[in-house]
């Protein structure tokens, strides 16, 4: 399908940089001088920016098309990748960071539009779960493979590689994505961003979406973007290619659930079971990690992997909230949902990183700042879960 050739490689390098600064953790404070703290807004940065755009992008999308959105905002992220590379502090690190948030932005959503617009509403959820998975691969690069080449060649030389990738993905998807032709509203009048930003507002299941879409896939990306490999280095003494190889295996157990989860949904035929269990026994395993991870670094490599198969609920839960939108707001529904996954990531990444350093101010070893952080997670993805329980399946006839 031209739409897969067309935006895939750029997904790839979306899923890459929301999730790599764990594997290179080290270098990265150690040559820009900062601690967890900082290192917490840069994995913020990306997702703040990102969040923030997804209100101008869904218009965008709605009203001038996913060619221009995409490639105008991914020539950004390309300016910002390769200022990544050569970023000097904490200032210019979280303003690149930033400015790859805003190229990373339009593509997941512009993928989710198009096949929206031109395949059959019963194969959305099925197609979406294949694209997250390909494109999840992303993470795998960012995992072993990256602290392989940060180790051999530095970790700056081997994101200039990733931001020359990422220009070549901005030039692919100018030349092949094919606008559909727009939607009007039933009225026949085009809503403006605000009114169709109310509009959605008014849509009430989307007010018991809204906790497990701000927590479900925030606290994943968390786990894997920002804190795996430090916790596999500071609870179990890995060094940099052992704690990517745990991250590795996290990644290789997401891109699983995300075709797992699609197959299910294709087989079952409905959603919200799987993503309310699925979110239930992610938050089980997350009290497991916080009782019994430090224990082990098996038993830890293992439950990591678990919750990542089990918490990438993202592609079906999209599916769900996709239920409830009318045509002519597919794009600003769709990144409206969009903005509460990825600002639930962004307060998750932030506040993780307060926490840990404030943790060790007290002077808790890491074992234990991890095991709290890890409760705190387990608590949010239960209460998300309780509310998710009163949502709707499907829109009233």
């Keep these: 399908m031209l739409i897969f050739l067309a935006l895939l490689p750029a997904y790839f390098l979306s899923i890459f940089y929301r999730s790599f600064l764990s594997v290179i953790a080290?270098?990265?404070?150690?040559?820009?001088?900062?601690?967890?703290?900082?290192?917490?807004?840069?994995?913020?940065?990306?997702?703040?920016?990102?969040?923030?755009?997804?209100?101008?992008?869904?218009?965008?999308?709605?009203?001038?098309?996913?060619?221009?959105?995409?490639?105008?905002?991914?020539?950004?992220?390309?300016?910002?990748?390769?200022?990544?590379?050569?970023?000097?502090?904490?200032?210019?690190?979280?303003?690149?960071?930033?400015l790859i948030g805003v190229g990373c932005a339009p593509i997941f959503m512009a993928s989710l539009f198009l096949f929206a617009r031109t395949a059959a509403p019963a194969r959305f959820a099925f197609l979406t779960s294949v694209f997250i998975g390909l494109g999840s691969l992303g993470n795998l690069v960012g995992a072993a493979p990256l602290a392989i080449a940060a180790a051999r060649y530095g970790w700056r030389p081997s994101m200039l590689a990733m931001a020359a990738c990422f220009m070549v993905a901005t030039a692919?998807?100018?030349?092949?994505?094919?606008?559909?032709?727009?939607?009007?509203?039933?009225?026949?009048?085009?809503?403006?961003?605000?009114?169709?930003?109310?509009?959605?507002?008014?849509?009430?299941?989307?007010?018991?979406?809204?906790?497990?879409?701000?927590?479900?896939?925030?606290?994943?990306?968390?786990?894997?973007?920002?804190?795996?490999?430090?916790?596999?280095?500071?609870?179990h003494g890995f060094d940099a290619v052992a704690a990517g190889n745990a991250a590795t295996a996290m990644a290789l157990t997401m891109v699983a659930g995300a075709f797992i989860y699609g197959g299910l949904e294709k087989w079952l035929g409905r959603v919200k079971p799987l993503v309310l269990w699925g979110t239930?026994?992610?938050?089980?395993?997350?009290?497991?990690?916080?009782?019994?991870?430090?224990?082990?670094?098996?038993?830890?490599?293992?439950?990591?992997?678990?919750?990542?198969?089990?918490?990438f609920t993202y592609a079906i839960l999209m599916a769900h909230a996709r239920l409830f939108f009318p045509a002519h707001l597919l794009g600003r529904g769709m990144t409206a949902v969009n903005f509460l996954f990825i600002s639930g990531a962004a307060l998750a990444q932030s506040g993780s990183g307060w926490f840990i350093a404030g943790q060790r101010a007290a002077g808790l070893d890491a074992a234990a700042t991890f095991a709290h952080l890890h409760w705190i997670f387990a608590g949010l993805l239960l209460v998300s879960a309780a509310v998710y329980a009163f949502t709707p399946e499907r829109p009233k006839p």
């Design 172 to 235: 692919l998807a100018g030349l092949l994505i094919r606008d559909p032709p727009r939607a009007e509203s039933a009225s026949g009048k085009a809503e403006g961003l605000v009114a169709g930003l109310a509009s959605i507002l008014k849509l009430r299941p989307l007010w018991l979406l809204a906790p497990i879409t701000l927590t479900g896939y925030a606290i994943l990306a968390t786990a894997r973007g920002l804190w795996v490999a430090p916790f596999m280095a500071d609870v």
């Design 280 to 311: 239930i026994g992610t938050a089980a395993t997350f009290a497991l990690l916080a009782s019994f991870g430090a224990s082990s670094a098996a038993m830890a490599t293992l439950l990591f992997a678990v919750i990542g198969a089990a918490g």
């Design 26 to 98: 080290g270098p990265v404070m150690t040559d820009l001088a900062i601690g967890p703290r900082e290192f917490g807004l840069l994995g913020a940065a990306w997702f703040s920016t990102f969040a923030v755009s997804q209100f101008p992008i869904g218009w965008a999308l709605d009203r001038l098309g996913p060619r221009r959105t995409v490639t105008a905002t991914m020539t950004i992220g390309s300016a910002g990748a390769f200022l990544f590379a050569n970023a000097t502090g904490a200032l210019t690190g979280t303003l690149a960071m930033a």
